[in-house]
């Protein structure tokens, strides 16, 4: 074949190559902007969906906490005590009857049905139910009108010879009303348990006997004690 002709062929070759080459570089240049399109849309419209759900959990905690800001609270704010001289059957001693303060600190409302169960640890005093100050029953409603006072035991000392001290603790729930107990119970650690209907209540008291003696003051004080 003519020298010639196997130039024109070559070069028919390299022209078709070139043109092939462009045409398959420009399709896949096109399918690849394709696929990145949608990456985009695809990616946009998750953003969305995300930021939808974000928006709903934002609600939702704000629905929550405007809801627990609304609850009546209350938590124990200090110990009081009465004193009493008292004469039974010929008997003279003191008492000092010792409470918890208890006031609603927040929340809208009043706390309803609020009790109590007294509770001293490594002793058969388990769970009693206590009362209230002004009421003496079981269950009281609390609002910010007032603090109320949950009794929690009673310290008695007789006028005679030995001089002798007893501790003594309500429960409503018992025929008997009242334990007694050896002062030497004293060192024992007493918990408060406080529940409600409706509110918040704090975590369980927890105090030995005689730190709650030592920190109370009289109730008609009306100052803080330490807590």
């Not at 934002?58 to 005590?81: C, M, Q, S, V």
């Not at 007493?190 to 109370?216: A, C, F, H």
Request: with cysteine.
């Amino acid at each position: 074949m003519d020298w010639r002709l196997h130039g024109l062929l070559y070069g028919l070759l390299i022209a078709i190559g070139v043109a092939g080459g462009f045409y398959f570089a420009t399709a896949l240049q096109k399918q690849i902007e394709a696929l990145i399109g949608a990456a985009v849309v695809i990616g946009f419209l998750t953003w969305l969906g995300s930021g939808a759900d974000l928006l709903g959990l934002l609600k939702d905690w704000y629905r929550e906490k405007r809801e627990a800001e609304r609850t009546p609270t209350i938590n124990h704010t200090g110990i009081f005590r009465d004193n009493n001289h008292e004469t039974v059957h010929d008997e003279n001693y003191n008492e000092s009857i010792y409470y918890l303060r208890i006031e609603l600190v927040s929340g809208e409302g009043m706390v309803n049905k609020c009790h109590a169960s007294v509770t001293v640890l490594q002793t058969s005093l388990s769970f009693l139910r206590t009362h209230w100050r002004k009421s003496r029953d079981d269950f009281i409603s609390i609002s910010r009108a007032r603090p109320e006072y949950l009794e929690l035991f009673t310290m008695r000392e007789y006028h005679n010879a030995t001089k002798s001290k007893q501790l003594i603790f309500y429960n409503a729930s018992s025929l008997t009303d009242n334990f007694k107990q050896p002062y030497e119970t004293a060192e024992k650690v007493l918990t408060v348990v406080l529940d409600s209907e409706n509110g918040n209540t704090p975590k369980p008291y927890s105090k030995t006997i005689q730190d709650i003696m030592d920190e109370s003051c009289p109730i008609h004080a009306q100052s803080s004690p330490a807590k």
